[in-house]
């Protein structure tokens, strides 16, 4: 099977659409299928390129004659790279690889729907199938009218990611303890102004608490005014975009994701196998992610009394902030990116088997026309 992926771009800022593409196109080509990406490029070039992956340079930025341009550039990488799937992850290539689909390149097209609540998420409901990076975000864009036929689930998970070493071989980040972190973008739909107000709210109860802020983003500047000007303010680390969050998380005692919206973080993964006690927010595919409240607490979003009391439970009893951290490690194994691998080659082949039928070839695009569905 020859399959390509369609990104913005591939560079390492911690973008979780990126790094879910980035997993995937690396273990299915160390699987033995024949893979490529076409993108702007980026960071990431380098480890895809370890890994036998092809790299199309696509530019799809939205602006008329640009698109325009991107349409003929995917048209000579079709034809060059031959693919049985195409395979987007944004919406602008989504459109670009529907467009030529018509124009018999002979390839299914199968989309993933990362993050349902941007406005035109519906697009990606164009591909002959779609997969949802959780049960709630499968439920959401099927109210939005795309046939639930067309819709599959296949949950995130980052654990034996090829982008960052084994936790084994990673050298934890020396915290200041008891240590709250969170490593998330630095904007409002992350919660951050709702975790810095908990936790100056629990600051003055627990002296030696620290939290830190692992990311980057366009409201940063925001949320370190909102830090400056509170009394514990030397307690309130801004970290940045870190390239290896997973130092800061193996010295993290809990670890927040206070989202308004998470379609299924990346990052309660990668808490979970570095066994912080955790704390979400109840929303979207967070308790998918955390098996219903089994692996971390769970708090309504937006509610800072709420957060503020699940940290304190946690920083006033040892005993439960360890059987916490140790519920987290349990149950991993359906968070490997080996499982995501599995399921996303069955909806290919679903895919395929739909667009060639059962027991067919695939035509070669460059002298048979495919009949449309």
């Given at each position: 099977m020859r399959i390509l992926h369609v990104l913005n771009d591939c560079r390492k800022i911690g973008n979780g659409i990126i790094n879910v593409a980035v997993d995937l196109v690396c273990t299915q080509s160390q699987a033995g299928l024949t893979v490529?990406?076409?993108s702007r490029g980026g960071e990431y070039?380098?480890?895809m390129k370890q890994y036998r992956v092809q790299h199309f340079y696509l530019d799809q930025r939205r602006n008329p004659i640009q698109i325009f341009?991107?349409?003929l550039n995917f048209r000579r990488i079709i034809e060059q790279f031959k693919p049985d799937v195409v395979h987007v992850h944004m919406m602008t290539g989504a459109v670009i690889a529907y467009v030529c689909k018509f124009e018999g390149k002979g390839y299914a097209l199968v989309s993933t729907l990362h993050n349902e609540y941007a406005?035109?998420?519906?697009?990606?409901?164009?591909?002959?199938?779609?997969?949802a990076v959780s049960l709630p975000v499968a439920e959401s864009i099927s109210r939005r009218r795309v046939p639930q036929q067309k819709i599959r689930v296949v949950s995130n998970g980052t654990i034996g990611t090829p982008r960052q070493p084994a936790l084994s071989e990673t050298e934890p980040m020396p915290l200041k303890r008891p240590a709250i972190t969170t490593v998330a973008g630095m904007f409002y739909r992350k919660g951050?102004?709702?975790l810095i107000e908990a936790f100056v709210q629990i600051a003055d109860a627990n002296p030696d608490a620290h939290l830190y802020l692992v990311g980057d983003g366009a409201d940063r500047a925001v949320f370190e005014r909102q830090a400056a000007i509170?009394?514990?303010?030397?307690?309130i680390h801004f970290e940045g975009f870190?390239?290896?969050?997973?130092r800061y998380l193996l010295s993290t005692d809990i670890f927040v994701l206070a989202s308004s919206r998470e379609p299924f973080g990346l990052v309660l993964s990668e808490a979970r196998e570095a066994g912080c006690a955790i704390v979400a927010s109840e929303v979207d595919g967070t308790p998918e992610a955390l098996e219903g409240g089994k692996a971390g607490l769970l708090v309504p979003p937006k509610d800072v009394s709420a957060l503020s009391m699940a940290l304190s439970s946690l920083l006033n009893s040892p005993t439960q902030l360890e059987c916490w951290k140790?519920?987290?490690q349990k149950n991993l194994e359906w968070l490997k990116i080996d499982r995501v691998h599995q399921e996303t080659l069955a909806v290919y082949k679903d895919a395929t088997t739909q667009r060639f039928g059962s027991g067919h070839q695939r035509p070669d695009s460059s002298s048979m026309r495919l009949e449309e569905e």
């Open positions: 490529a990406v076409a070039e380098a480890l341009k991107a349409i406005r035109a998420s519906i697009l990606m409901g164009l591909a002959d199938r779609l997969i951050i102004a709702e509170a009394f514990c303010a030397d307690r870190q390239p290896e969050p997973q140790q519920a987290a």
